[in-house]
């Protein structure tokens, strides 16, 4: 009898198994193609952050920079209320066709965060993928008129930018993209003190660029403000410039796609 017991209580364990199982599979299975079909991204994916990430990001960031929990929802609730035009046959455009018009800012928003709080104007971001920083940027310049900032964006792929450069009604003042790689930038603009006074973010997703910004950053003894990643492995370009440079203090920021669709993205933020 008892041997049946437990026989009977191992089926009813495997059951239920089974059935959360196949409900996740199917759960992610109509995510997945509700992405398919409206996201149109294929790379660098924007995520929807979930209520529950926001609250451990607000936490985590106000306890790291000794900010007002206030301000920073006040931010984040900003970012929610951004609206973006999608323009008519994007899907033929090439600067759109792989575009989401959708408002996931997700870790830009620490730059804004950032900007609001140190004593920096000077924003570098080397790959601008969609544009959405500098998108950002200039709709909150409209939110707070009194923020000042000098963005320089960096992509060595001219088909980059669209989100940015499809939308009207911007303020694009202080925002300049150059299409062209790291390397070639850091030879004709580079500007110490800008450099060692700016946010600068690292996010090529390409191992040669990565290593020549940082390795650019040693040699040239340039310690910029803030400096945030999204390349953390072991091994990466940011870490070995963080082993060298031991004046920095670093945080690593969780940023989860509340659909399930994607991986986790870790960014790193030397300040």
């Keep these: 009898m008892k041997y049946i ?24 299975i109509g995510n997945m193609y509700s992405w398919l079909l409206f996201y149109k991204e294929h790379t660098s994916f924007s995520f929807k952050l979930s209520n529950k990430n926001k609250l451990f990001l607000i936490q985590n960031i106000g306890k790291d920079f000794d900010i007002n929990k206030d301000q920073l929802k006040e931010i984040f609730s900003f970012a929610d ?16 066709v ?42 909150y310049r409209k939110h707070e008129e009194e923020i000042e900032f000098l963005y320089y964006g ?55 660029s990565e290593d020549s910004l940082f390795n650019f950053l040693l040699e040239s003894n340039t310690t910029p403000k803030i400096i945030i990643s999204d390349n953390i492995a072991e091994d990466s370009a940011y870490q070995k410039f963080l082993k060298e440079k031991n004046n920095y203090s670093s945080s ?20």
């Design 5 to 28: 017991h437990g026989f009977l209580l191992s089926l009813a364990n495997f059951c239920k198994r089974f059935y959360y199982v196949n409900k996740t599979i199917l759960i992610k």
């Design 81 to 96: 209320s951004v609206k973006t035009i999608k323009p008519s046959f994007s899907m033929f455009d090439p600067k759109t």
């Design 98 to 139: 792989d575009v989401n018009f959708k408002s996931n800012f997700d870790y830009t928003i620490l730059v804004l965060v950032l900007l609001k709080n140190i004593d920096s104007k000077f924003i570098y971001e080397f790959g601008f993928n969609q544009g959405r920083l500098p998108l950002l940027l200039s709709k």
């Design 154 to 208: 960096i992509d060595s792929n001219k088909r980059k930018g669209g989100l940015y450069q499809s939308q009207k009604s911007l303020d694009k003042d202080n925002i300049n993209l150059f299409f062209m790689d790291t390397t070639d930038f850091l030879k004709k603009h580079f500007d110490y003190d800008k450099f060692c006074n700016s946010i600068l973010l690292s996010t090529t997703h390409e191992k040669n």
């Design 252 to 271: 690593i920021y969780i940023f989860e796609d509340d659909f399930k669709n994607h991986q986790p993205i870790y960014i790193g933020v030397q300040k």
